[in-house]
Structures are given as structure tokens and as C-alpha cells.
């Protein structure tokens, strides 16, 4: 079964970082592309990023380039989205979700990502 578990968000003064991790489990997590995305209130979900499945390549959403680092770490079959320095705009729900097949490339649109594929999400708040 594909699940995937985000963590370390959290309250943040402006200009703060932030590093989430997203776990999987019941697949390795290499073999696909996995997409960053983020809710604020009352707004659409966005994807910030997301890195390549068979290149490790990263791509950003031109609002975050600069601030957002996507890594991946195999030996922990885990996904990390770096955030420096972090905005009052960035406060949002962040979720993780991963491409159904081992393609190459990945996807920033939400639509892409079925929804049985996205973990349960990590809030970040970043506020004086």
C-alpha cells in the first residue's frame, strides 16, 4: 500500500527555514516523481516543485525559485523540501504526493498526482 507521511512543519518567525520530510512506505520512493505542493487558506493547492524520477532533476514554481531545495534521499526512501528563506506568503498546508507510474520527469500540477497517491500534509505558519 503507497503512503506517504510528511513532517517538520511548524511556526516560523520571517526569514526562518524550515526542512519537510516525506516518508514513504509500500514503494520505493526513487522510481517516481514526487511533486511538493501547498494550500493556503481559501486558495487553490499549487505545486512549488517537484524532482525527477530518473535524473533527480528539480523543478520549481518560478514564486519559489531561489527559497525551495528539493532532495532526495534513497538509503531513507524519503523526500526533503528545504525552505530558506521562508515568507509570511509561504504559510500554507504542504503536501507530498507521488506520480502513479515510474516515468521519467515529474509534474507540478496537482491534477496529475491521483488523490490515493498524497500523504496527510504538514502545516507551516510563518508569522512574527
Known amino acids: 500500500q503507497v503512503q506517504l507521511v510528511e513532517s517538520g512543519g511548524g511556526l516560523v518567525q520571517p526569514g526562518g527555514s524550515l526542512r519537510l520530510s516525506c516518508a514513504a512506505s509500500?514503494?520505493?520512493?526513487?522510481?517516481?516523481?514526487i511533486g511538493w505542493f501547498r494550500q493556503a487558506p481559501g486558495k487553490e493547492r499549487e505545486g512549488v516543485g517537484c524532482?525527477?524520477?530518473?535524473?533527480?532533476?528539480?523543478y520549481y514554481a518560478d514564486s519559489v525559485k531561489g527559497r525551495f531545495t528539493i532532495s532526495r534521499d534513497k538509503g531513507k526512501n524519503t523526500v526533503y523540501l528545504q525552505i530558506n528563506p521562508l515568507q509570511p506568503e509561504d504559510t500554507a498546508i504542504y503536501y507530498c504526493a507521488t506520480e502513479p507510474l515510474a516515468v521519467a520527469g515529474c509534474d507540478l500540477a496537482p491534477a496529475s498526482y491521483p488523490s490515493d497517491y498524497w500523504g496527510q500534509g504538514t502545516q507551516v505558519t510563518v508569522s512574527s
Open positions: 509500500g514503494f520505493i520512493l526513487d522510481y517516481f516523481g
Open positions: 524532482i525527477s524520477s530518473n535524473d533527480d532533476r528539480t
